[in-house]
T-cell receptor, first 113, second 112 residues
Framework: EPEVTQTPSHQVTQMGQEVILRCVPI?????FYWYRQILGQKVEFLVS????????KSEIFDDQFSVERPDGSNFTLKIRSTKLEDSAMYFC???????????FGPGTRLTVL | GQNIDQPTEMTATEGAIVQINCTYQ??????LFWYQQHAGEAPTFLSY????GLEEKGRFSSFLSRSKGYSYLLLKELQMKDSASYLC?????????????FGKGTRLSVIA
């Protein structure tokens, strides 16, 4: 069964450093999303992406964040200068045109020290 | 604003039935989703309701009342592996890429 994959599974970084989180959505999906979940809290939307551009972004997705689809398979989230409060699980999700279901990847746990 | 409420924790006995409620107040409504999330793992899709009524899928059923802003997830014949968080989420519009707004989740513990 096709699935969303994410790398790395765990990333530890120093405050102020740049990180890039990688996702490979399901191959025939066209709608992509990033969500995050701070430990013990709810899943929060960051950004949605379609047709090589951002469709919608939340207040969390400020100038420090960017997304890119550098090729036909990868979808990346970059945080330019990480802060302690960026520590969270980051989930990538994708959806096909023919279904309402968003498929979530296994997540990247980001720890900012 | 967006407000999705569900109980924080519930406990039920193996083999029993449990109902997890969700109420929502959102600016727009185009479907309600239930996801299951085991600790440290990704949410996995359980059900989707956009019209009023009950949707049944095996041991899991989900109900929606749009006029009341209310949904529930019903789990029958509970198994130990059903111990997880259950997330209620709303999609606000029908536009293709609209995101999901999640509640805080209900942590269900199934005991022997």
């Amino acid at each position: 069964e096709p699935e969303v994959t994410q790398t790395p599974s765990h990333q530890v970084t120093q405050m102020g450093q740049e990180v890039i989180l990688r996702c490979v959505p399901i191959s025939n999906h066209l709608y992509f999303y990033w969500y995050r979940q701070i430990l013990g809290q709810k899943v929060e939307f960051l950004v949605s992406f379609y047709n090589n551009e951002i469709s919608e972004k939340s207040e969390i997705f400020d100038d420090q964040f960017s997304v890119e689809r550098p090729d036909g398979s990868n979808f990346t989230l970059k945080i330019r200068s990480t802060k302690l409060e960026d520590s969270a699980m980051y989930f990538c999700a994708s959806r096909s045109t023919y279904s309402h279901e968003q498929f979530f990847g296994p997540g990247t746990r980001l720890t900012v020290l | 604003g967006q407000n999705i409420d569900q109980p924080t924790e519930m406990t039920a006995t193996e083999g029993a039935i449990v109902q997890i409620n969700c109420t929502y107040q959102t600016s727009g409504f185009n479907g309600l989703f239930w996801y299951q999330q085991h600790a440290g793992e990704a949410p996995t899709f359980l059900s989707y309701n956009v019209l009023d009524g009950l949707e049944e899928k095996g041991r899991f059923s989900s109900f929606l009342s749009r006029s009341k802003g209310y949904s529930y997830l019903l789990l029958k014949e509970l198994q130990m592996k059903d111990s997880a968080s259950y997330l209620c989420a709303v999609r606000r519009t029908s536009s293709g890429n609209t995101p999901l707004v999640f509640g805080k989740g209900t942590r269900l513990s199934v005991i022997a």
